[in-house]
C-alpha cells in the first residue's frame, strides 16, 4: 500500500524502535524530505531548542517518535523521568509545531492509557474512565496530556494534528535491556541467554495467562502513513493486529525461535497487571490497513535483528534460527 505521504517530514526519535521503522518506510523516496536530529543536537525537553529548530526547519509533518518508553521495571524504578519527559517532549514539540506551521502532525498514545480493568477490545471512548494500572500512571498521565494538547491546538487552531494509540510495538531496534524492555523482547533475551548459557529452566513472573496484543514496527509505520494522509479527527486512533496471545503462547513461541529446549517455570507469586489488553482497531481498518507480519514471523526477523546487534560473535555462531 501506498498511502501517499510526502514533503518534508519531520521524524523526532528516529533512532528508537518506532523511528527506525519509520526511517526505513521513508528513506529514499522522491518526494518525501526525511528530516532527523539526534538527542545532542536537539534536546527534545528544551523547549527553546525545539522552537528554534522547527523554525529554522519548517516541516510539512511531524511525527512525535521520541519519549521515555520502558517495561514494567523502568516504569516503576523512574516514575518522575516518565512523566516529566514524556510532558515536555509533547508539550514542545506540539506547541513548536503550531507555532512553524506544521501542516500535520502524529503524536502516539499507549494502551496504558486505558482503565486497567477496561472491557475488550478497548474503543477510544474509554479513555479516562478509569484507573490506569498505577506502576505506570505517571506514563500513562502523559499520554493524556499529549492527546489532550493535540485535540485543543486542533479546536483552538484548526491544526490536523492527530493521536494514534499502538498496541505494544515490537521489532528490530527493540531495547533488550532487562531494566527498560517490554515482555517480548525481555523474553527473547532471557531465552537467548538461558540456552547460551546451557540452562535447563526459566523462571517468568505471572501465570503465563494474561493477553496481550502485539504490532510489528514496520507494520505500525505503514499504519501511521494511512493515518497522515486519511484521518483527521480530535479523537484518536487505535492501531493493533486484533489478535491478543497469551504470555504463555508467546514465551512458547519464542523458545521454539531460539531453539531453547529447557521447561519454562511460571513465578505466581509476581503480579500479572491486566488480564487483558487488545484494541478495537475498527476506524484504521476501515481506512484500508491491516498488518502484514505475523507474530511469528515479526518474532523471527526480532531474534535475527538480536543476534546481529545485542549478541556476541560467537552466540551469533551457535544460535540457530528456527523458522
Ligand atoms: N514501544 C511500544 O510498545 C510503544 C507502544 C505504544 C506507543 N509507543 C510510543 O511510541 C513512541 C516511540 O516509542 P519507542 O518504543 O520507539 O521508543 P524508543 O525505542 O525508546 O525510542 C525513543 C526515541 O526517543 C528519543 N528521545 C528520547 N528522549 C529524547 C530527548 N530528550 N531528546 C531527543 N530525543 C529523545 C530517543 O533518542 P536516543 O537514541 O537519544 O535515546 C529515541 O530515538 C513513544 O511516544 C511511545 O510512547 C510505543
Redo the contacts with the bound molecule.
Sequence with gaps: MRAGLSGTVYV??????????LVRRLTGRRDTELVT????E?????ARAVDQFLQRRRPETVI???????GIQANAMQPADFIY??L???ANLIHGAWRAGVERLL??????MYPKHAPQPMTPELLMTGPVEPTSEP?AVA?WA?LTLCAAYRRQHGVRFIT???????GP???FDLE?A?VLSALIRKFHEAKTRGEREVVLWGSGRPRREF?Y?DD?AEACEVVLSRYDAGEPINIGSGIAHTIEELARTIAGIVGFLGRVRWDASQPDGAPEKRLASKCIRSLGWRPRTDLRTGLLQTYRWFLEHEATPMEREQACVSS
Design positions: 523526532a526519535g528516529h533512532t528508537g524502535l518506532v523511528g527506525s521503522a536530529t539526534t538527542r545532542p536537539v534536546d527534545l525537553t528544551d512525535i517518535a521520541a519519549g521515555r518508553v520502558g519527559e514524556n515536555m517532549i509533547e503524536n502516539f498514545g499507549s494502551s496504558c506514563y499520554k499529549g494514534a494509540i499502538p498496541a505494544t510495538v515490537y531496534g527493540d531495547s527498560r517490554h504490532l514496527a505500525l
